[in-house]
C-alpha cells in the first residue's frame, strides 16, 4: 500500500480546505457560545443585514464579545504545520472557512478565506472593504490589540456603554455604519476568494480536508472538484463526515494532532 508520505512528496500542488476543527482546540467557541448574555438571541438572526439594520447596537455588540474571545486566543500546533506546509510544497493553497485569522497569525501567506475575517469591516451600502489595519483605524474598540488588553468584565461594560453611547464605525465613504467584515446568512461569498479556490482545486495533486464537516455549500463541493480531477483526498478529523467515503486517506484525530505528525514524516 502507498503511504501518504510518499504520495506527499510526489505532489507539486497541495491544498488545504479547513474548517472550524482546526480552531477548535484553540478554544475558539463554536458559533453558538454559551455564555448566558447572549442565550435569549438565535446567531443566525443577528449574523445577518436585516438583524443589523434594525439593531447595529446589538449586532456590534454581539461581534466584539466574538472578537474579545477570538483576540485572546492563540494559533495551536494544526496552525503552524499549515504554514510549514506553504515552503515544503511548490504551490500550496490553504482554503479556509474559518474567520478568526489564526492561520494569519501563525504565519500563514498562502490562504484564502471564503467567509471573511472577522477582523475586517465591510460596509454594506457601498461596498467599501477596510482590512484589519484600517478598520481599527475606524473602530478602535474593535481592534484586535485593543481586546487583546482588555477583560471580559471591561468588555461588558466600558466598551458596550460606549456602544450603546452611539459609538460606531461609520464609514468614511458613504457615512453609513461599517459591518464586520464576515459572510453573512444570505450573503454569497467573496467573489475572488471562491473562484481562486475552486481553480485551486482543479489542479490539486493532494488536497487535504481539517476538521470540516463537509456540508455547507459551496465549500463542500471543493474536495468533488479536485477528486474529480484525479486529487488524492485526505480527511483530518476525529469524526466521519458526508466526504469520508471519497477520501483516499483518514485520519480520525484532531488537527493538531495530526498535522504536525504529517509534517515530521515528510521531513524524514
Ligand atoms: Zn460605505
Not at 120 to 143: N, V, W
Not at 173 to 183: K, L, Q, S, T
Request: with cysteine; hydrophobic share 40%.
Amino acid at each position: 500500500m502507498v503511504e501518504i508520505q510518499e504520495v506527499l512528496k510526489e505532489a507539486e500542488q497541495v491544498g488545504v480546505l479547513s474548517g472550524a476543527g482546526l480552531s477548535a482546540e484553540s478554544g475558539i467557541p463554536t458559533f453558538r457560545g454559551k455564555d448566558g448574555l447572549w442565550n435569549r438571541f438565535n446567531p443566525t438572526e443577528l449574523a445577518t443585514f436585516e438583524a443589523f439594520q434594525e439593531d447595529p447596537k446589538l449586532v456590534w455588540k454581539w461581534y466584539i464579545w466574538r472578537m474579545h474571545l477570538i483576540a485572546n486566543s492563540k494559533p495551536n500546533p494544526a496552525h503552524y504545520a499549515i504554514t510549514e506546509m506553504e515552503k515544503l510544497f511548490p504551490r500550496f493553497l490553504h482554503i479556509t472557512q474559518n474567520v478568526d485569522g489564526l492561520h494569519r497569525e501563525a504565519g500563514g501567506k498562502k490562504f484564502v478565506e471564503l467567509h471573511g475575517h472577522i477582523f475586517d469591516g465591510k460596509c454594506r451600502f457601498c461596498g467599501k472593504h477596510y482590512t484589519a489595519e484600517e478598520f481599527s483605524e475606524l473602530f478602535p474598540i474593535a481592534s484586535k490589540t485593543f481586546l487583546k488588553s482588555i477583560t471580559e468584565e471591561t468588555l461588558k461594560g466600558e466598551v458596550f456603554r460606549k456602544i450603546d453611547e452611539g459609538e460606531l464605525p461609520f464609514c468614511r465613504n458613504c457615512g453609513e455604519i461599517v459591518g464586520p467584515g464576515v459572510v453573512w446568512f444570505g450573503e454569497s461569498l467573496p467573489e475572488e476568494a471562491i473562484e481562486k479556490a475552486f481553480n485551486f482545486a482543479e489542479g490539486c495533486d493532494v488536497l487535504l480536508v481539517v476538521g470540516t464537516s463537509g456540508v455547507v455549500q459551496p465549500a463542500a463541493s471543493i474536495p468533488l472538484i479536485a477528486k474529480r480531477k484525479n486529487a488524492v483526498l485526505v480527511e483530518i478529523n476525529p469524526q466521519e463526515t458526508p466526504l469520508s467515503p471519497y477520501c483516499d486517506f483518514v485520519f480520525r484525530e484532531s488537527a493538531s494532532s495530526a498535522l504536525p505528525k504529517l509534517i515530521g514524516l515528510l521531513k524524514r
